[in-house]
């Protein structure tokens, strides 16, 4: 029969509204018909990824961006020139070193401009290291020619010679410290360019392990998808067709009311356990009756042969303490709750018997009528769509196919890029570099060394020609004097000039290797996209070999690219937007399931095929029926209170607790018995605790009678009153609920299961609807993001780039760093050489004239090898003043070979060059510093 749609929809309306229509009662919403819930299982947690992508300078961040700073300035944004490309190049090597040569003579010009920086620092460097040892060895010639600061030109300090030495030292000792800070980068980088390599192959291991979990864990959450999660749908949507009769049936059941049939079935059908309930209460209650009689009357009688045989020893001290803890008229009687209540209930025979006729009037049978009747509906149901669930189960199961064919090629193409062929060829890695880079290591630590050496010569220099006296001829003066800083300073000057072809020779190589490598390798792995060679081989080499690696998953409809792959790795996208697999298999068209599998067709067809039209003769409640159930509902059961039952402590029958009370009487009875005299109560008194045991016992049975009365008293209001306050209510509520049910399906049950059929068809579709969001939504923006990929892959450049190349660069920058440094501190110390030997202060305007004569003739006497090491004046060439007044001539006979040791706390001897000074003129005060007389003035004959 065709279902009139519009009078459906008025009663849907209707219902919704919240005032109930005049003419019928207000029916529940059919929202949830469904009870089934489709748990699904998540994903996979992702994987502890171990890359680490971060880089830490320790401390060499400045020198990296100074070093990163000049190769840019000196070199060109792009590898190879234009013109030139990487085929031309590969198709060169390949044929040979004559095709080689012929290449480079062809395009000589090209890659010279290209590299026209690197190469001018490169020469800069070589010419260095070839010029400076030839300026070294004509510096030393010129050195042992007297030239070039061998020897002071005068013994004595000029007027501005003091001030020279001071500004001069200063601005040698900035250069110091920026050469300084140059000798330890050069150690630092050295020592970071090692352990950099020598973990290069760890890094690159477990950048590779990550990158093995990630597309293990990508493929574990697809299947996860697209195969478990289905399965789960598939089992639950199984479930509804297969259970579809029962949920329509217990949702029309809720919305007429006529659930009330089946708990009136379930009520009647438990009579028989309310009788036997009822059976059981009756004999617990004679029971108890009989059982507190009995413990009363006997703790009665207790109470007076007790105090009958205390009678007989209250004179003695046990037997008065007794009586003092224990008052036995009121201790040994019934609780309060026993005494006031009566237990048996001659009402229940009543009661019993008016269940027994209900039973024997068939009652279970009149019920069980009306819900066979109702039951039926499930039936005509189930019948109804029969035909149509192997088809729903079948087409549901071809897209569950479907979607675990997808899932293979997906893990087919994960499985293609085989990461474990890469990760075995590691460790050749090491096997065939570390020993030359160890070498290299070592190389770094002697030129480091060397440069350290230099350095300490010029620090040494500085700090004796600072902080030292003037040198001089005496053989106890200090050795650590500026003589000796001039020295250092010279072993500087010929040691940055020995090792200078070596040092600078290895830089420029350093320089070299390094610029090519951060050029070609570096900057191409940090941004590939702005890279020409990477973009050459990226076309000519790596998008085949990706193509054939991921025609798996794209079946040859996608071309890839390298650098694209890797900037859309970098912005984290999924795999599945960045392999471009939606024009493979377009995941949204998961939500055309309904026509691409049939299941929505056969589905929909539900609607029409679960239509009841026989529920106008539906009669849940015949009046026999009801007018047997209105009597159950009168019966007296109603009126019984079982409640004083249930209120009762068991474990309080007595006042007091009897064991302990008979402990302690046999306590009494064994102290009276050491006393002849009364010896006959401590009998009675065994005698009465044998007596009270007895009673216990009877106490415990009637605690076990009491508890189980309780248990029954339980069960029986569970068995009646259904959520009521009594048999009686709950009869009469389910009476009317029966009876609405029965108008209720009479006149809508056909219209209100057509409704119920949409909405289960609904939310059967619902649930489908709800998996295809989740995979969807899943692919596309939750699975395989490719954020530990990027890292990894920042994690192998950081490895190689930062921590290796950066260091690298860095050596060689320092090292040249310290020689450019080294060339102006050679300047400088020249001229700190010959300030440092002067051995005499500024001795004023007049002995400075007296001097020049002499000073100039021994100039161009004084050429060539001295025997003088230091280049100080000879002592013996000195002449000594006339003797003083009073002074013995013997005494001052050979001064010049005077006893500094007997001396050495005597005022010096002074001297003058002034013949006409007055000697007989007390001496004047001690000097601070020891002043050398002025040479002989001798004109020659």
């Given at each position: 029969?065709?279902?009139?749609?519009?009078?459906?929809?008025?009663?849907?309306?209707?219902?919704?509204?919240?005032?109930?229509?005049?003419?019928t009662?207000?029916?529940p919403?059919?929202?949830?018909?469904?009870?089934?819930?489709?748990?699904?299982?998540?994903?996979?947690?992702?994987p502890?990824?171990?890359?680490?992508?971060?880089?830490?300078?320790?401390?060499?961040?400045?020198?990296?961006?100074?070093?990163?700073?000049?190769?840019?300035?000196?070199?060109r944004?792009?590898?190879?020139?234009?013109?030139?490309?990487?085929?031309?190049?590969?198709?060169?090597?390949?044929?040979?070193?004559?095709?080689?040569?012929?290449?480079?003579?062809?395009?000589?010009?090209?890659?010279l401009?290209?590299?026209?920086?690197?190469?001018?620092?490169?020469?800069?460097g070589?010419?260095?290291?070839?010029?400076?040892?030839?300026?070294?060895?004509?510096?030393?010639?010129?050195?042992?020619?007297?030239?070039?600061?061998?020897?002071?030109?005068?013994?004595?300090d000029?007027?501005?010679?003091?001030?020279?030495?001071?500004?001069?030292?200063?601005?040698?000792?900035?250069?110091?410290?920026?050469?300084?800070?140059?000798?330890?980068?050069?150690?630092?980088?050295?020592?970071?360019?090692?352990?950099?390599?020598?973990?290069?192959?760890?890094?690159?291991?477990?950048?590779?392990?990550?990158?093995?979990?990630?597309?293990?864990?990508?493929?574990?959450?697809?299947?996860?998808?697209?195969?478990?999660?289905?399965?789960?749908?598939?089992?639950v949507?199984?479930?509804i067709?297969?259970?579809?009769g029962?949920?329509?049936?217990?949702?029309?059941?809720?919305?007429?009311?006529?659930?009330?049939?089946?708990?009136?079935?379930?009520?009647?059908?438990?009579?028989?356990?309310?009788?036997?309930n009822?059976?059981?209460?009756?004999?617990?209650?004679?029971?108890?009756?009989?059982?507190v009689?009995?413990?009363?009357?006997?703790?009665?009688?207790?109470?007076?042969?007790?105090?009958s045989?205390?009678?007989?020893?209250n004179?003695?001290?046990?037997?008065?303490?007794?009586?003092?803890?224990?008052?036995l008229?009121?201790?040994?009687?019934?609780?309060?709750?026993?005494?006031?209540i009566?237990?048996?209930?001659?009402?229940?025979?009543?009661?019993?018997?008016?269940?027994?006729?209900?039973?024997?009037?068939?009652i279970?049978?009149?019920?069980?009528?009306?819900?066979?009747?109702f039951?039926?509906?499930?039936?005509?149901?189930?019948?109804?769509?029969?035909?149509?669930?192997?088809?729903?189960?079948?087409?549901?199961?071809?897209?569950?196919?479907?979607?675990?064919?997808?899932?293979?090629?997906?893990?087919?193409a994960?499985?293609?890029?085989?990461?474990?062929?890469?990760?075995?060829?590691?460790?050749?890695?090491?096997?065939?570099?570390?020993?030359?880079?160890?070498?290299?290591?070592?190389?770094?630590?002697?030129?480091?060394?060397?440069?350290?050496?230099?350095?300490?010569?010029?620090?040494?220099?500085?700090?004796?020609?600072?902080?030292?006296?003037?040198?001089?001829?005496?053989?106890?003066?200090?050795?650590?004097?500026?003589?000796?800083?001039?020295?250092?300073?010279?072993?500087?000057?010929?040691?940055?000039?020995?090792?200078?072809?070596?040092?600078?020779?290895?830089?420029?190589?350093?320089?070299?290797?390094?610029?090519?490598?951060?050029?070609?390798?570096?900057?191409?792995?940090?941004?590939?996209?702005?890279?020409?060679?990477?973009?050459?081989?990226?076309?000519?080499?790596l998008q085949?070999?990706?193509?054939?690696?991921?025609?798996?998953?794209?079946?040859?409809?996608?071309?890839?690219?390298?650098?694209?792959?890797?900037?859309?790795?970098h912005?984290?996208?999924?795999?599945?937007?960045i392999?471009?697999?939606?024009?493979?298999?377009?995941?949204?068209?998961?939500?055309?399931?309904?026509?691409?599998?049939?299941?929505?067709e056969?589905?929909?067809?539900?609607?029409?095929?679960?239509?009841?039209?026989?529920?106008?003769?539906?009669?849940?409640?015949?009046?026999?029926?009801?007018?047997?159930?209105?009597?159950?509902?009168?019966?007296g059961?109603?009126?019984?209170?079982?409640?004083?039952?249930?209120?009762?402590?068991?474990?309080?029958?007595?006042?007091?607790?009897?064991?302990?009370?008979?402990?302690?009487?046999?306590?009494?009875?064994?102290?009276?018995?050491?006393?002849?005299?009364?010896?006959?109560?401590?009998?009675?008194?065994?005698?009465?605790?044998?007596?009270?045991?007895?009673?216990?016992?009877?106490?415990?049975?009637?605690?076990?009678?009491?508890?189980?009365?309780?248990?029954?008293?339980?069960?029986?209001?569970?068995?009646?009153?259904?959520?009521?306050?009594?048999l009686r209510?709950?009869?009469?509520?389910?009476i009317g609920?029966?009876?609405?049910?029965?108008?209720?399906?009479?006149?809508?049950?056909?219209?209100?299961?057509?409704?119920?059929?949409?909405?289960?068809?609904?939310?059967?579709?619902?649930?489908?609807?709800?998996y295809?969001?989740?995979v969807?939504?899943?692919i596309?923006g939750?699975?395989g993001?490719?954020?530990?990929?990027?890292?990894?892959?920042?994690?192998?450049?950081?490895?190689?780039?930062?921590?290796?190349v950066?260091?690298?660069?860095?050596?060689?920058?320092?090292?040249?760093?310290?020689?450019?440094?080294?060339?102006?501190c050679?300047?400088?110390?020249?001229?700190?050489?010959?300030?440092?030997?002067?051995?005499?202060?500024?001795?004023?305007?007049?002995?400075?004239?007296?001097?020049?004569?002499?000073?100039?003739k021994?100039?161009?006497?004084?050429?060539?090898?001295?025997r003088?090491?230091?280049?100080?004046?000879?002592?013996?060439?000195?002449?000594?003043?006339?003797?003083?007044?009073?002074?013995?001539?013997?005494?001052?006979?050979?001064?010049?070979?005077?006893?500094?040791?007997?001396?050495?706390?005597?005022?010096?001897?002074?001297?003058?060059?002034?013949?006409?000074?007055?000697?007989?003129?007390?001496p004047?005060?001690?000097?601070?510093?020891?002043?050398?007389?002025?040479?002989?003035?001798?004109?020659?004959?």
């Amino acid at each position: 029969m065709h279902l009139n749609k519009l009078p459906s929809f008025l009663f849907l309306l209707h219902t919704a509204r919240s005032e109930p229509l005049t003419t019928t009662p207000q029916l529940p919403s059919l929202d949830g018909v469904l009870d089934h819930v489709v748990i699904y299982q998540p994903l996979p947690p992702a994987p502890e990824y171990k890359s680490d992508d971060s880089f830490n300078a320790r401390g060499m961040e400045h020198v990296y961006l100074l070093t990163n700073t000049f190769l840019d300035l000196i070199q060109r944004d792009d590898v190879l020139p234009k013109g030139i490309n990487t085929s031309m190049i590969i198709s060169a090597v390949g044929e040979g070193p004559t095709a080689c040569l012929q290449f480079l003579k062809l395009h000589w010009q090209d890659f010279l401009l290209q590299y026209i920086g690197v190469l001018t620092t490169g020469i800069f460097g070589l010419l260095l290291a070839i010029f400076l040892p030839l300026i070294g060895l004509f510096f030393c010639c010129c050195r042992c020619a007297g030239k070039c600061g061998a020897y002071p030109d005068s013994h004595y300090d000029k007027r501005s010679d003091a001030c020279k030495r001071f500004f001069t030292g200063v601005l040698l000792s900035t250069f110091v410290i920026a050469a300084m800070f140059g000798a330890v980068c050069a150690f630092v980088t050295n020592h970071y360019t090692f352990t950099g390599w020598t973990d290069l192959t760890r890094k690159m291991d477990t950048s590779l392990d990550d990158a093995g979990e990630y597309f293990e864990h990508t493929g574990g959450s697809v299947e996860v998808l697209l195969v478990t999660n289905f399965a789960e749908l598939e089992e639950v949507v199984n479930d509804i067709l297969d259970e579809s009769g029962p949920t329509l049936k217990k949702k029309l059941a809720n919305i007429t009311e006529a659930f009330a049939i089946e708990t009136l079935n379930d009520l009647v059908s438990g009579l028989r356990k309310v009788k036997r309930n009822l059976r059981d209460i009756s004999d617990d209650t004679n029971e108890l009756e009989a059982k507190v009689a009995q413990l009363q009357d006997g703790l009665s009688r207790s109470q007076k042969s007790l105090s009958s045989a205390l009678e007989g020893c209250n004179s003695n001290q046990v037997c008065e303490k007794f009586l003092n803890q224990y008052n036995l008229d009121k201790d040994l009687a019934m609780a309060e709750d026993f005494l006031k209540i009566k237990f048996r209930m001659p009402a229940i025979t009543n009661v019993l018997s008016d269940i027994s006729d209900l039973i024997e009037n068939n009652i279970e049978e009149k019920v069980l009528v009306g819900k066979a009747k109702f039951d039926e509906v499930e039936k005509q149901i189930e019948q109804s769509i029969e035909d149509i669930k192997p088809k729903v189960k079948s087409e549901l199961r071809q897209m569950g196919v479907q979607l675990e064919n997808q899932n293979n090629k997906i893990k087919a193409a994960l499985q293609e890029i085989d990461l474990a062929v890469i990760k075995k060829d590691i460790p050749k890695l090491d096997d065939h570099s570390l020993k030359y880079v160890e070498y290299r290591y070592y190389v770094g630590l002697v030129m480091s060394s060397a440069i350290l050496m230099i350095l300490l010569c010029f620090i040494l220099g500085l700090f004796y020609g600072m902080c030292g006296k003037r040198p001089g001829g005496l053989y106890g003066d200090d050795c650590c004097n500026r003589g000796t800083g001039a020295s250092f300073l010279v072993s500087g000057i010929y040691f940055t000039f020995f090792f200078s072809f070596l040092l600078l020779l290895l830089t420029t190589i350093h320089f070299l290797v390094g610029a090519a490598v951060d050029k070609s390798v570096c900057k191409t792995l940090l941004a590939p996209h702005r890279s020409d060679v990477f973009v050459q081989l990226d076309k000519q080499f790596l998008q085949p070999k990706l193509n054939e690696v991921l025609n798996e998953a794209s079946n040859g409809n996608n071309q890839y690219s390298a650098s694209k792959l890797i900037s859309d790795c970098h912005s984290n996208d999924t795999i599945y937007n960045i392999l471009n697999l939606e024009s493979v298999y377009n995941i949204t068209e998961l939500t055309n399931w309904r026509s691409n599998y049939g299941i929505g067709e056969y589905i929909e067809n539900l609607k029409n095929k679960i239509q009841i039209k026989e529920l106008s003769g539906i009669t849940l409640l015949t009046p026999e029926t009801t007018r047997d159930l209105e009597e159950l509902a009168r019966s007296g059961i109603s009126d019984m209170d079982f409640s004083k039952f249930t209120e009762i402590l068991e474990d309080e029958i007595t006042k007091i607790d009897l064991r302990s009370f008979i402990r302690h009487l046999r306590t009494v009875k064994e102290q009276v018995a050491r006393y002849p005299p009364i010896k006959f109560v401590a009998t009675k008194l065994g005698n009465e605790a044998l007596y009270l045991e007895n009673m216990n016992r009877v106490a415990e049975q009637v605690k076990l009678t009491l508890r189980h009365l309780k248990e029954s008293v339980n069960q029986l209001e569970t068995n009646i009153k259904f959520n009521k306050s009594s048999l009686r209510e709950a009869i009469h509520t389910l009476i009317g609920q029966a009876n609405r049910a029965t108008g209720v399906i009479r006149s809508r049950g056909p219209e209100l299961i057509g409704d119920l059929t949409e909405r289960y068809v609904t939310e059967t579709v619902g649930l489908i609807d709800e998996y295809v969001d989740r995979v969807i939504s899943s692919i596309q923006g939750e699975v395989g993001y490719c954020a530990p990929l990027s890292t990894s892959y920042n994690a192998t450049v950081v490895a190689f780039c930062h921590e290796v190349v950066d260091p690298f660069n860095g050596f060689w920058a320092s090292i040249g760093w310290c020689f450019l440094i080294y060339l102006p501190c050679v300047c400088l110390s020249v001229s700190l050489i010959s300030l440092y030997r002067k051995s005499e202060g500024y001795p004023g305007p007049l002995v400075e004239t007296e001097t020049q004569p002499l000073d100039k003739k021994r100039r161009n006497q004084g050429r060539g090898h001295r025997r003088n090491p230091s280049g100080l004046p000879e002592v013996t060439h000195s002449r000594a003043l006339p003797p003083v007044p009073g002074e013995m001539v013997a005494e001052r006979a050979h001064s010049r070979y005077r006893d500094t040791s007997a001396t050495r706390n005597m005022e010096p001897p002074r001297y003058t060059s002034n013949p006409s000074l007055n000697h007989s003129a007390p001496p004047s005060a001690p000097s601070g510093e020891y002043e050398r007389p002025p040479p002989y003035y001798y004109p020659g004959p």
